[in-house]
């Protein structure tokens, strides 16, 4: 679990960051959990969060992160007359892209500086950053494997994937489901459970053997016999809830000797069945192609076309999480091959398009 300080930074700067206009130190902490936690009732409560948020603020500036002070216009009366807001400059570092690529196919980040390198600097980048980062005690070995970490996102480099960041921790009916799966597993114990499937949009019983429980892309997952179907299936833990040990005869369950949790590891959340697979080929446009590289994820079959975006071949199982995976991409994702998935991914993105449609942003 993070420390509670870093977390309240990073679900600050994560809101600031959502926001292109100031926010009032009102919506502020209504929105990170810290602050709002902490409001409870009268004034010497809410005087202790506004010096909290100040002393963030202070703390934050130190560290190059400059949240600034703004005027907002049109207030009136009792309204607030300040917000605060962070630029994406004084936030994130330049984008890194290559001098040798033709000016016009460029396609940075927008509102972000970048600077431009040839491929000789980056050859010298990487041999220098990679042998920094193996001298075990050496001082700045961390801060070399963060440049890495930097070249890895923005420029094609042969490099093994980028670190993910971990999720919160599980709270409500999906900690205890997880504290239940934990007894089962530890026990060779059976659970039932109700468990919402995505693909039916529908809550259903289950009775399920959880052979081991793994933590894979910020999430929680327990591969499992379902008993009902008598087949192996991956159960993610935070769409479980009512879970419970079974009791008498037949609640004990034996795992096969020729299970091994690692196949599941390996895995993507689209691979996480035992259906065929199917093989998918998608476009992404620069510069989330260059992310979806660095993270190893899927086939390369072109890997740097002329605009700077990518085609890359994946081997699909579940076509839910797949498409899911895909609309956190917005258009900058396009699926070449098979064209009956293409047209679900677009009826997917109209029916969240119109659950959103008219919702102030």
Request: a positive charge.
């Amino acid at each position: 679990m993070l420390p509670s300080k870093t977390a309240r930074w990073l679900d600050l700067l994560a809101y600031l960051l959502q926001h292109r206009f100031a926010v009032t130190r009102e919506d502020i902490y209504d929105h990170v959990a810290d602050y709002r936690a902490a409001l409870g009732e009268g004034e010497a409560a809410r005087e202790s969060v506004r010096r909290k948020f100040e002393r963030d603020k202070d703390e934050l500036r130190a560290l190059g992160i400059e949240i600034e002070t703004v005027e907002l216009p049109g207030h009136q009366g009792d309204e607030p007359s300040t917000g605060y807001r962070l630029r994406e400059r004084s936030f994130y570092l330049p984008h890194l892209e290559l001098a040798e690529r033709p000016a016009e196919t460029r396609r940075p980040y927008q509102g972000l500086a970048t600077v431009a390198v040839t491929r000789r600097d980056v050859a010298l980048l990487d041999r220098a950053t990679r042998r920094l980062a193996g001298l075990s005690g050496f001082p700045l070995a961390a801060a070399a494997a963060s440049a890495r970490r930097k070249l890895e996102f923005d420029l094609p480099l042969p490099l093994k994937s980028v670190e993910r960041v971990l999720s919160r921790e599980l709270t409500g009916e999906a900690a205890r489901s997880l504290e239940v799966l934990q007894r089962a597993v530890a026990q060779r114990v059976a659970v039932r459970c109700r468990y919402f499937a995505i693909g039916r949009d529908a809550e259903e019983q289950r009775d399920i053997e959880p052979y081991a429980l793994f933590f894979h892309w910020g999430r929680w997952y327990t591969p499992a016999r379902a008993r009902d179907r008598n087949a192996m299936r991956v159960f993610r833990v935070d769409r479980m809830s009512d879970a419970a040990l079974l009791t008498g005869a037949g609640a004990r369950f034996t795992v096969p000797e020729n299970f091994s949790v690692r196949s599941y590891i390996r895995r993507s959340p689209w691979e996480l069945t035992d259906r065929p697979p199917t093989a998918v080929r998608v476009r992404f446009a620069f510069p989330e192609s260059r992310w979806v590289l660095a993270q190893g994820v899927g086939q390369p079959v072109e890997a740097e076309l002329d605009d700077g975006g990518a085609v890359v071949e994946f081997e699909v199982r579940d076509r839910g999480p797949f498409l899911r995976w895909l609309l956190t991409f917005r258009d900058h994702a396009a699926i070449l091959s098979p064209g009956a998935l293409a047209e679900e991914l677009g009826a997917l993105r109209s029916r969240v398009a119109r659950l959103y449609a008219g919702r102030p942003r």
